[in-house]
């Protein structure tokens, strides 16, 4: 008979449930949060051919490739998902979800998340410290301007010379204020250095990837747009339909119905806030930068008529995620319409 394990995983230890086709449980316990002690614990209780249940957490990447590199059966569970049916337990112990787990595995009713490779992972981490410096030092910059305000000091917008030199010309004969400020200004020129060599790093790996490059075809779409993309998705056979990437990057409406009430509300804003922000950027791209003639941005602009210039920015993100997916299937970079030029 088929069994079925639910795994409740924490830092030190993982409560380990298996159950048995008909629910019945056949062994409850712990085992410590390694890859070697759950799969003693798994062929030792249950057997190789059993289906293996994880909720989707910080450790979910590491212990499902490690798993599943031992011939495991490991299917990793939207937490979201596993959250409503575990809720319905009078007692919330770590046993009783690996049990739950366990018995959701058993029943089906679950939508199995898709564990995205270490390399692409090391390509969202490297995007995300990029976005933390450029947060800090935004911030940073934005306290200097704080202080300095406050003495009569206006550096202007930053134009002609660099932040750092506009506010170093200010200093001069300053003895009052430049103790405070130039510390500040120090970390915000190591913060921008570093920037800059997360943007090589960059470049380096678009450079190295032909999807990339392909998807930078697309008006508006640049080096980090198209990594940060490429690593949401990772593959594009995961969804059969284009336009689903865009309720997956969060860019579709919310949609409530019951009865005789149906509306519409804002966007969901799921999924990866990231990608979202970048196809946010790059449909703004396309409305006020972009001087060559696009049938994407004649469309946005007649949204933009109608219903105003923020919607017709989001409506287009969407449109980018769903073009960019059409795009990395077909393998062909994007056609401009026929008679474009600059203008």
Same mark, same amino acid.
Request: positive net charge; proline residues 3%; glycine residues 8%.
């Given at each position: 008979?088929m069994r079925f ?13 298996v159950i ?24 030792q209780?249950?057997d ?30 939207d ?5 409503a049916?575990?809720k ?10 690996a ?13 199995a998340?898709h ?12 995007l ?21 305000k ?5 550096? &202007? #917008?930053?134009? +002609?010379?660099?932040f750092?030199r506009? =506010? %170093?010309?200010?200093?001069?004969? *300053?003895?009052?204020? /430049?103790?405070?400020?130039?510390p500040?200004l ?6 921008r ?18 999807t ?7 008006p508006?779409? &640049? #080096?980090?747009t +198209?990594l940060?993309?490429?690593?949401? =998705? %990772?593959?594009?056979?995961?969804? *059969?339909?284009?336009? /689903? ?5 969060g ?5 409530y119905q019951?009865?005789?009430?149906d ?13 979202r ?15 060559r ?11 933009a008529? *109608? ?7 989001v409506a ?7 073009i960019?997916?059409?795009i ?9 319409a026929?008679?474009?030029?600059t203008?």
């Open positions: 008979m394990v639910g795994l409740d995983i924490s830092q030190k230890t993982t409560a380990v449930c048995d086709g008909s629910g019945a449980r056949i062994w409850r316990g712990q085992c410590l949060s390694t890859p070697d002690q759950i799969d003693v614990v798994i062929r209780h249950a190789e051919n059993a289906r293996i249940g994880i909720e989707t957490g910080p450790m979910t990447t590491w212990l499902v490739h490690e798993l599943r590199a031992r011939e495991l059966d490991v299917v990793c569970l937490a979201r998902h596993a959250r049916a575990l319905m337990q009078l007692n919330k112990t770590d046993a009783n979800d049990e739950g787990l366990a018995q959701i595995m058993r029943t089906g009713w679950f939508r998340v564990v995205k490779s270490f390399e692409t992972h090391r390509a969202r981490a490297l995300g410290a990029r976005a933390q410096l450029v947060g800090m030092t935004t911030r940073l910059s934005n306290h200097i301007r704080g202080v300095l406050t003495f009569g000091l206006l550096p &202007g #917008a930053m134009r +002609g010379l660099p750092d506009r =506010v %170093e010309a200010l200093l001069e004969g *300053r003895p009052d204020v /430049a103790p405070v400020i130039q500040m120090g970390a915000w020129r190591q913060l250095i570093q920037i800059a060599a997360f943007d090589k790093a960059v470049r380096d790996i678009v450079k190295a990837s032909p990339c490059k392909l998807l930078m075809s697309v508006g779409i &640049g #080096a980090l +198209g940060a993309y490429v690593s949401t =998705v %990772e593959d594009p056979d995961r969804f *059969r339909q284009s336009r /689903a990437v865009g309720a997956h990057c860019l579709t409406p919310r949609q019951s009865g005789q009430m509306r519409s509300g804002k966007i969901s804003r799921c999924g990866d806030a990231l990608i922000t970048l196809l946010y950027e790059a449909a703004s791209v396309i409305l006020t930068r972009l001087r003639a696009c049938d994407l941005k004649d469309w946005a602009e007649a949204i008529k *109608r219903a105003g210039r923020g919607k017709a920015r287009l993100a969407r449109k980018l995620a769903v960019l997916h059409s990395w299937r077909s393998g062909e970079p994007y056609r401009w026929d008679g474009a030029a203008a």
